[in-house]
């Protein structure tokens, strides 16, 4: 990712800022100097209606509408996958929750690859705005959680912790510049239609409104392709399925070289819509506190 308070060219890390291909916990060196819509689908602006949602004839508008339409069935499960490429190395990260819409808070497990900075699973807790992640690296005591503002991760976290959250999955695809639709595929079963095409992260941004447009705003400010490539599948009422964004930041600080470009496929995946979802914020007592210039790692 570019920094761009410094000049030059930098020492090549791995996904310097992220560490993904290393294999590392993603977030840890996103959190390294950590200096002291709508809020997404079914915000505020969402009002719930009597009449039945449906599929938009027309691409760019059903493509935009999906998040909030998917905030209406009021929760779903969740399956994510996170693949991060660079000219080095391939990290694969995969991960299981779910997401409830009315209360905007969602719990997402994620497994790291091997040779990362930890072990087991990531486990993070995401709302408007914030997340918690617990296992995120060897300085926090077992068991318990840090707590981040999105504003202090490069990315808005959406990949910083593995995973991209589904709320700001959906809420990216607010700021569509394109859609084609491709055709009607079956996936898991359910007929949907397949639209592929371009999305502008400011304008999702400015579209979700609020805390949960505050990942999106970093991230369009941190990778560095504009123009992020997009594949949405949406049923006949418009919900989400399944969305495959693909992310690019500069491995080398500043560097618009195709050389160091890294790039981040993230897909989430989106089932039993209204089906209740566990995910509470930690208690008080179970948050780590960092130091303004440590990082828990």
Known sequence: MTDQQRSGRQRRRPLPHLRAAAGAAVLAAALTGL???SDGPGGSSDQRS?????LSGDPVTAVRSAADITGRTGSAHTATELVTESAEKKAVFTGSGGYDYVKRIGRLEVAVPPGAATTGKIVEVVLPGTVYLQNSGAKVPEGKWVKLDVRQLPDGNLVSSGATDPASAAGALRGAQKADLVGTE???GVA?????GVLDLSKAADATGGRGGDGLRMAAQTFTVRDVPYDAWLDDQGRLHKVVE???FAG???SKEAKDQVKVTSTTSLTDFGKPVEAAEPATADIFATKPTESPK
């Open 35 to 37: 200096a002291g819509c």
């Open 50 to 54: 009597s009449t039945p949602d449906q």
């Open 186 to 188: 079956t996936v898991g």
């Open 192 to 196: 949907l239609k397949h639209y592929r």
């Open 246 to 248: 693909v992310f690019t």
């Open 252 to 254: 080398v600080a500043g």
